[in-house]
């Protein structure tokens, strides 16, 4: 399957954004989707998934109340909603596609990215 993660840009301390995935080639809702976020200077990290009939959503605890994972299998694109958004959130978010949710070595379709910026 075929990742395109979209809508990052720049944001001021406070505000929201919302990011997509759109995929293709395969069908959508056989896969878990996952986002990951990468710093400049630091591993990257695990953000959150959502299993495949978009019924389970999981997250990393030190997000939990500000991002949303959901997904629409019938326009097979994955979101992640980011609200309250700190400088510290400020990376690149990478979606990631496969069986299960949050082991990145064992997911083996990966979208290229989209930069998220915080401005303070």
């Known amino acids: 399957v075929q990742l395109q993660a979209s809508g990052g840009g720049l944001v001021q301390a406070g505000g929201s954004l919302r990011l997509s995935c759109a995929a293709s080639?395969?069908?959508?809702?056989?896969?878990?989707m996952n986002w990951f976020r990468q710093a400049r200077g630091k591993e990257r990290e695990w953000v959150g998934g959502?299993?495949?009939?978009?019924?389970?959503?999981y997250y990393a605890d030190s997000l939990v109340g500000r991002f949303t994972i959901s997904r629409g299998n019938a326009k097979s694109t994955l979101y992640l909603q980011l609200n309250d958004l700190k400088p510290e959130d400020t990376a690149i978010y990478y979606c990631?596609?496969?069986?299960?949710?949050?082991?990145?070595?064992?997911?083996?379709?990966w979208g290229q990215g989209t930069l998220v910026t915080v401005s303070s």
């Open positions: 959502i299993s495949w009939d978009g019924q389970n959503a």
């Open positions: 080639g395969r069908p959508f809702n056989r896969y878990a």
């Open positions: 990631a596609a496969g069986t299960v949710v949050g082991a990145a070595a064992q997911l083996p379709y």
